[in-house]
């Protein structure tokens, strides 16, 4: 009863919070180094500020109140990016490099010919995300779930472009995304609770039968299996011009006979049950990857130990006192579901606030 009772009230705590919004808080920005935008963007079946139910409930921040809102009071410039929430991840990083830019999103004349869909999307002319964007005034990115995905192919494409947009298309007609070249207008991309290395939670269920067709591979689904995952991961290029981090969560405890079950306390209870099916799972992929013990701790939907590094890119464990750039470094685990960094659906999470302002910062101050 308690659960059905709290939505309302906090749907109307978060109108009460644009009507009247909190005193703006103070931050220490003496030690900052830059302050250039950070463009946030969401995972599978997510949504941004491009898109009308935003306003009603905004990806970020959910029933706690609107996330950005909160840190642009603070001093931090941040931006909610619209993709498409079904899409590959080559499609969602089209897309936010249109949104980006201001300009009609482009698929690709040769990924749109072999794929089977329009080369051209929804048209941003006149409403680009960021006032202003390029090797002087570069932007961070935080992606969550697939978002992680998104985020990594399309600062790939930034920077090395692709080979088969550029031998299929005229020059004169090609996107700049695919041409390379801009892998210095990215400082920094953080990935929150993200599937580098895919989940199993598609695994547990038994793998779907083969895609036949290009069209049938195009989408987030098969991005995200674990084979799919480490191919697409040996496409991405990791830039020594940008600062990586990545953060896993966990809601999982293990059991006194090695599997891992839900923290139901900690959990949102629409995860409870793929995380107690992902905690006690161990198999074998279509490709002959070993699902064993060490990918049982989960989120409720993402492996912990995927969305520590991705599988072809150089990592290491944070260190505050040697943060480098080209390399994945992974941040403590955080505590909480696979929602938690979004701010949370029945299980609030206020917390989170806090924990954005300090990883702002830190990176500012680099």
């Excluded at 699902?291 to 995927?306: A, C, F, P, Y």
Aim: with cysteine; hydrophobic share 35%; proline share 3%.
């Amino acid at each position: 009863m308690s659960k059905i009772v709290s939505i309302p009230l906090a749907i109307i705590m978060t109108i009460i919070s644009f009507i009247f919004p909190c005193k703006k808080d103070t931050v220490d920005t003496s030690q900052w180094e830059t302050n250039y935008p950070y463009v946030f963007v969401h995972g599978l079946m997510g949504w941004g500020s491009y898109d009308a139910q935003y306003k009603i409930m905004p990806y970020w921040g959910m029933f706690g109140g609107e996330l950005l809102h909160k840190l642009n009071d603070k001093g931090y410039d941040c931006y909610a990016a619209s993709v498409s929430g079904t899409k590959s991840a080559w499609d969602r990083a089209c897309e936010l490099y249109a949104q980006l830019t201001g300009t009609v999103v482009d698929y690709g004349e040769e990924h749109s010919t072999r794929c089977g869909h329009e080369r051209f999307g929804t048209d941003y002319t006149g409403r680009a995300l960021v006032e202003k964007w390029d090797n002087e005034n570069k932007i961070n990115l935080l992606g969550h779930s697939f978002g992680g995905a998104t985020m990594r192919v399309f600062a790939s494409l930034m920077a090395k472009g692709s080979e088969s947009e550029m031998k299929a298309t005229d020059k004169e007609k090609i996107s700049p995304l695919f041409t390379g070249g801009k892998e210095d207008w990215i400082y920094s991309l953080t990935s929150l609770a993200a599937p580098h290395n895919g989940t199993s939670s598609y695994n547990t269920g038994g793998e779907s039968p083969a895609p036949e067709t290009e069209a049938e591979k195009d989408n987030a689904a098969y991005d995200m299996y674990i084979d799919n995952a480490l191919e697409l991961n040996k496409t991405i290029y990791t830039s020594k011009e940008s600062y990586y981090f990545s953060i896993p969560c966990t809601a999982t405890e293990k059991n006194e006979n090695g599997t891992y079950s839900a923290i139901k306390s900690k959990m949102e209870f629409i995860f409870v049950d793929s995380a107690d099916e992902i905690g006690s799972f161990i198999g074998k992929t279509r490709g002959g990857f070993e699902i064993d013990e060490s990918w049982q701790e989960n989120d409720g939907l993402v492996n912990t130990i995927s969305a520590m590094a991705p599988s072809s890119a150089p990592s290491k464990i944070f260190d505050e006192n040697n943060i480098e750039k080209g390399t994945w470094q992974t941040m403590p685990t955080y505590q909480g579901d696979h929602m938690s960094l979004q701010g949370g659906f029945f299980k609030v999470n206020t917390d989170v606030e806090d924990y954005y302002t300090k990883h702002l910062n830190m990176i500012n101050c680099l």
